[in-house]
């Protein structure tokens, strides 16, 4: 796949000189601090050096301070209060560190998970019956609810009262419940607009703790679980959000609680954990208990007391990810041959639909097929009658937009610019599948269909120095908003053998026309352009640069993303 390298167009040359003479580093890197919005001194000193005194009064929140004092009524009262979350690692994270707060001050809580297959996204007809069967009197939603107004109306009529913790977009109406914790209400003053659920969550139990005289380290001891929602949530990490994953991973990689330890050991991770390492060797193991059994055995594990119980919880979570990765690679493989076989020439779009597919990986497995067919995806498959589905889109394209226009064709649908879900009747996919095509075709623009590599800056092979890493190092943690840098290089050539690993893989030793420096460089999947490079002929790679530890011997290698040939 042809993909285009998108040069930062940051030229404000006399800034990014002040900055890298004022700061001390090299050129090359106060230009990628400049294009982050890093001016000076002091904005360089906020960014290198995170503080948690930089984190922001709680109580700017809109409705913050009725919810603290609807909380400590509840608890005054002696009432039941019920925790409850969405099935997904920010859901889970959300329930299990305010269920763990409030359960270590008071009795009467208990936590409800919604089955993602029987009741869906969100907060549940069946989770509001069973909180009034049961005496709940105060429910606390996290990472869902700012849409439930109906379902919060329900609960009124039940005498359940509702705080809700999202941060996800509201409607043109404010659900009627108690408190509304979410700072993109357009009526919120709260300085940071990015929070993830659980991110909400912890500002709710920071201002309980500050106005009942709890210490900010027992507040601060739910920072790992928060930064696992901020990474596996795909938050920026920016502002507020930064310092939060920033002292979430500093906990995670030196006093992790037991069920992330063993989430931890289970993944076979043995070097100190980055946001990716999160992303990829966490969130899934937390995701798969909700997507093939139940979510909550995910806040079980996370809740776990001690490291043998954590193990057997974290055993099971294993178990489950094992079988959601077989079960999203067979479905994968079987989309990929539907497209290639029904696969239209010039096909602007995706749309699969086979009524075994399991539902509980559909996302995951439109975002593989965009990786192999860059264009706008929607899988689909039976559930309860239905054809119900994911969609998820390409850089810079709206596919909620898309969706929106065949609303007539569908019973529900959600979402945002890149990911929505979607339902319809089943013998509404093919008129569907012709309309989305149309719409996408007539709206996606030709540089919308060309995957892109955003590049921070071109740099020669002798820049790449260990006090470059070192600093480099320290701009993590790296994640949207703040991505790992990416170089370009010109004028490469492989020193010696390249090698080719499980067919695959291409590694080589780099060198640069003009220098006696050579540096490893590993591309994973890239074992197409093996012969070429082997050919000696030169090319330009783009990259990031990482360490690699190898029989505890650190060195510097270039993680190649993508090579351009010389012609």
Known sequence: MVRKWVFNQQKDDKTIAQLSEAINVNPVLASILVSRDVLNFDQAKTYFRPDLDQLHDPFLMQDMEVAVTRLESAIKQGENILVYGDYDVDGTTSVAMVYHFLSSIYNNVAFYIPDRYKEGYGISRQGIEWAAENGYSLMISLDCGIKANDLVELANDKGIDFIICDHHTPGDEIPNAVAVLDPKRRDCSYPYKELSGCGVGFKLIQAFASRNNIS???????????????????????????????????????????????????????????????????????NAAGRIAHAKGAVDLLLSKNIDEATEFGGKINQQNDKRRDVDRSITEEALELIESDSKENANTTVLYQEHWHKGVIGIVASRCIENYYRPTVILTESEGKATGSARSVDGYNVYNAISSCEDLLDQYGGHMYAAGLSMPIAHVEKFKERFEDYVSSTITDDQKIPKINVDAEIAIDDITDKFYKILRQMSPFGPENMTPVFVMHNVTAKGAPLLLKDIHLKLKAEQSGSSKTIDCIGFGMGHVFEQVKSGQPFSIAFTIEENDFRNVKSLQLFIKDIKFVI
């Not at 739910?222 to 929602?229: E, N, P, Q, R």
């Open 216 to 286: 900010k380290e027992k507040v601060f001891e739910y920072l790992d679980l928060l930064a696992i929602s901020i990474a596996s949530d795909i938050v920026p990490i920016s502002g507020e959000n930064r310092v939060l994953a920033y002292y979430g991973l500093l906990k995670i990689n030196t006093s992790p609680r037991p069920g992330i330890k063993a989430l931890i050991s289970l993944s076979g991770k043995k070097a100190e954990l980055d946001i990716s390492g999160v992303v990829f060797g966490l969130g899934p193991r937390i």
